[in-house]
């Protein structure tokens, strides 16, 4: 499935952003999906996922209770609603797919940058 995410920018710390990410398949509703995150000079992290049944989500220590992901199937759309922003967050998030195993999937990126 192709991915595309947008909604990145440049705000201020304590401030919001909401990523979207489109995906490309007329069965999203059977994937899990993700928003990961990369750093300059670290590696990729999780960072909140939504499940394909039950509305189940599941989030990193370090955004639970300021980070909220929801997705509508309608839409074939993740969203990452993000706020009290950090200058820690600041990263490229990424959202990922999966159907069986692990994360295929991968969008193109959107650059987070916070400023403090």
């Known amino acids: 499935v192709q991915l595309q995410a947008s909604g990145g920018g440049l705000v201020q710390a304590g401030g919001s952003l909401r990523l979207s990410c489109v995906a490309s398949?007329?069965?999203?509703?059977?994937?899990?999906m993700a928003w990961f995150r990369q750093a300059p000079g670290m590696e990729r992290e999780f960072v909140a996922a939504?499940?394909?049944?039950?509305?189940?989500?599941y989030y990193a220590e370090s955004v639970k209770g300021r980070f909220t992901i929801s997705r509508d199937n309608a839409k074939n759309t993740v969203y990452l609603q993000m706020n009290s922003l950090k200058s820690e967050d600041t990263a490229v998030y990424y959202c990922?797919?999966?159907?069986?195993?692990?994360?295929?999937?991968w969008g193109q990126g959107t650059q987070v940058t916070v400023s403090s």
């Open positions: 398949t007329r069965t999203f509703s059977r994937y899990d």
């Open positions: 939504a499940y394909r049944s039950g509305g189940t989500t």
């Open positions: 990922a797919a999966k159907f069986l195993g692990t994360y295929g999937d």
